[in-house]
């Protein structure tokens, strides 16, 4: 069901569109692309600058190769387009320590350890954060690869997204009727 219609008129001031891509490469890594964009209708005025209006405020792009674990194997990131050019992209270097991350586990409060406050962009640690739970749809709910999963997840253990979200609540219908064996009704009916 879309939104309902806008009301009162509205008019669109800023678009922030953030995109990932998952690619599986000939030598059984995994390249992961994402792309940012910042883009306003109208000019900005920072300071002494003058960014015009539909020219991306960011344009930020962010590639991780990952192994079959989801560990980053190397890391590029590109700013093509920042409000403070010469400044803003000085630290692209930097973001060579998000080798040896996983992107399965633990990665956001790994990379808020890494690169928070001065440490790092802001816009790009946006743009990474969206990362691991696009890889949970490509390694968890992708094609049916036993090698991935099983590098992720053994059969027979508690799926991970179980309790994660008022869906997946193990004490409700969902999980009752998808997840049997890990519902909470299914244990007390056992214990019965």
């Not at 040896?100 to 928070?116: A, Q, S, T, Y």
């Not at 802001?122 to 090698?147: C, I, K, Y």
């Given at each position: 069901m879309p939104l309902p219609s806008a009301t009162p008129q509205r008019v669109l001031k800023h678009t922030r569109t953030i995109q990932v891509q998952f690619f599986y490469r000939d030598d059984e890594l995994w390249d992961i692309d994402a792309h940012f964009t910042d883009v306003k209708t109208h000019e900005l005025f920072l300071t002494s600058i003058v960014i015009p209006a539909k020219r991306p405020l960011h344009n930020l792009w962010l590639r991780l190769t990952i192994n079959a674990q989801g560990t980053i194997v190397d890391a590029h990131v590109a700013f093509d387009d920042v409000p403070f050019?010469?400044?803003?992209?000085?630290?692209?270097?930097?973001?060579?320590?998000?080798?040896?991350?996983?992107?399965?586990?633990?990665?956001?409060?790994?990379?808020?350890?890494?690169?928070?406050?001065?440490?790092?962009?802001?816009?790009?640690?946006?743009?990474?954060?969206?990362?691991?739970?696009?890889?949970?749809?490509?390694?968890?709910?992708?094609?049916?690869?036993?090698?991935?999963?099983?590098?992720?997840?053994?059969?027979?253990?508690?799926?991970?997204?179980?309790?994660?979200?008022?869906?997946m609540d193990t004490s409700g219908p969902a999980v009752e009727k998808f997840y049997p064996v890990w519902s909470i009704h299914a244990e007390r009916d056992k214990q019965s």
């Open positions: 050019e010469g400044y803003c992209e000085n630290i692209h270097s930097r973001y060579k320590q998000l080798i040896g991350l996983n992107v399965l586990h633990h990665f956001r409060h790994d990379l808020h350890d890494r690169f928070k406050g001065i440490n790092g962009c802001t816009h790009m640690n946006e743009l990474a954060e969206a990362v691991p739970s696009v890889a949970m749809q490509v390694f968890v709910f992708g094609e049916e690869d036993a090698r991935v999963k099983a590098a992720f997840q053994k059969a027979g253990e508690r799926p991970f997204h179980l309790d994660q979200c008022h869906c």
